[in-house]
């Protein structure tokens, strides 16, 4: 059974702040320049917000927002796009974390053996949502160093018996192959392209996955030939916090949306599937 789709992992209150960040803002210089009570936004910020779309749209202008994604958030209609079919498959992995889900990625060509990006919060919690057709593993990959993208990933090398697992230079982790911007790999029957995406953290990379060689698309020109595994650089209506850099987070999202089709399947590290083309038309912070 197909499982349903997560919440947005982002509100109105968590734009806002990020938003704020980016520039450097604080509330009361936000309200000013918006016209909008301080009190008003402290509430947005603390999820109690009130809104108007008028109010919306002056702070969406202070904040350089896309006004039209920023008041769909808000309204709790920010668009679902309908993803192409894929020509391999892709087992989305959602394990608990806070209020919302992390999310781990199985791709496959079919039978039991698939390449995994990203390791879950815990071993535990890796198990409970992996698919029972899949047995082996022919790699690991990396977004991130975060726990809830690495928890499971030592007990997941053991288990598969692979010596490594691929990721962006680090030192923490001695079985790390390094992978840099534009590096290249076939795994598993995909090949594999890594982008070097620092800002939510020093160090990140986002993965573009299609197969080795291509297939037809069964007759469907809509179909996407590839998917992106975005890590925490992209959210279905929002960026990753960047944490270790406002500026890069932002240049390097809008570089790789620039690099994709449109039609490409985005992957994020929370929240649900989106494709390039919609958060490039409604994302408050690409639009």
Same mark, same amino acid.
């Given at each position: 059974?197909?499982q %349903?789709? %997560?919440?947005? @992992?982002d509100?109105?209150g968590?734009i806002l702040?990020k938003?704020a960040?980016?520039h450097a ?6 309200? $000013?320049?918006?016209r ?5 936004i402290? =509430?947005a910020?603390d999820?109690r917000?009130?809104?108007t779309?008028?109010e ?10 896309n006004e ?6 808000a309204?709790g209609q920010?668009p ?5 079919r894929?020509?391999?498959l892709?087992h989305p992995?959602r394990m608990?974390f806070?209020v919302?889900v992390?999310? +781990? ?6 039978g039991n #053996? +698939?390449?995994? !990006?990203?390791t879950g919060?815990s071993?535990?919690e890796l ?6 057709q899949?047995?082996?593993? =022919?790699?690991?990959?990396v977004t991130?160093y975060?726990a809830?993208?690495?928890g499971?990933l ?11 697992f691929h990721g962006?230079a *680090?030192r923490? !982790?001695d #079985?790390c #192959?390094a992978?840099?911007?534009g @590096?290249k790999? @076939?795994?598993?029957g995909?090949?594999?392209t890594?982008?070097?995406? %620092?800002?939510?953290a020093a @160090?990140h990379?986002?993965? #573009? ?5 291509t ?6 020109? +809509? $179909?996407a030939?590839?998917?992106?595994i975005?890590?925490?650089l992209?959210? +279905?209506?929002?960026?990753g916090?960047g944490y !270790?850099?406002c500026?890069r987070?932002l240049?390097h999202?809008?570089?790789?949306l620039?690099l ?7 992957a994020?590290?929370?929240?649900p599937?989106? *494709?390039a083309?919609?958060e490039?038309?409604?994302?408050? !912070?690409?639009?």
């Amino acid at each position: 059974m197909k499982q %349903p789709e %997560p919440d947005l @992992e982002d509100d109105l209150g968590d734009i806002l702040e990020k938003a704020a960040r980016h520039h450097a803002l604080a509330a009361d210089h936000i309200a $000013a320049a918006a016209r909008v009570p301080v009190d008003r936004i402290k =509430d947005a910020l603390d999820y109690r917000s009130e809104l108007t779309d008028a109010e919306l749209g002056r702070l969406a202008q202070v904040l350089q927002l896309n006004e039209v994604g920023l008041i769909a958030l808000a309204r709790g209609q920010y668009p679902r796009p309908e993803p192409a079919r894929l020509p391999f498959l892709l087992h989305p992995l959602r394990m608990p974390f806070g209020v919302g889900v992390a999310n +781990a990625y199985l791709v496959s060509t079919g039978g039991n #053996r +698939a390449v995994l !990006f990203d390791t879950g919060a815990s071993h535990a919690e890796l198990h409970r949502a992996w698919p029972a057709q899949i047995g082996e593993l =022919d790699g690991v990959y990396v977004t991130h160093y975060e726990a809830e993208h690495v928890g499971g990933l030592e007990r997941v090398l053991q288990e598969s018996g692979l010596p490594h697992f691929h990721g962006p230079a *680090t030192r923490r !982790f001695d #079985r790390c #192959r390094a992978l840099g911007e534009g @590096e290249k790999i @076939e795994c598993g029957g995909f090949a594999i392209t890594a982008h070097s995406t %620092p800002g939510h953290a020093a @160090e990140h990379n986002c993965y #573009r996955v299609r197969l080795a060689v291509t297939k037809a698309s069964a007759g469907s020109p +809509a $179909a996407a030939d590839e998917v992106l595994i975005s890590g925490d650089l992209i959210f +279905a209506g929002s960026l990753g916090g960047g944490y !270790f850099c406002c500026q890069r987070q932002l240049k390097h999202s809008r570089r790789i949306l620039d690099l994709v089709s449109p039609d490409i399947l985005i992957a994020p590290g929370h929240g649900p599937l989106t *494709t390039a083309a919609n958060e490039k038309r409604y994302n408050p !912070f690409l639009g």
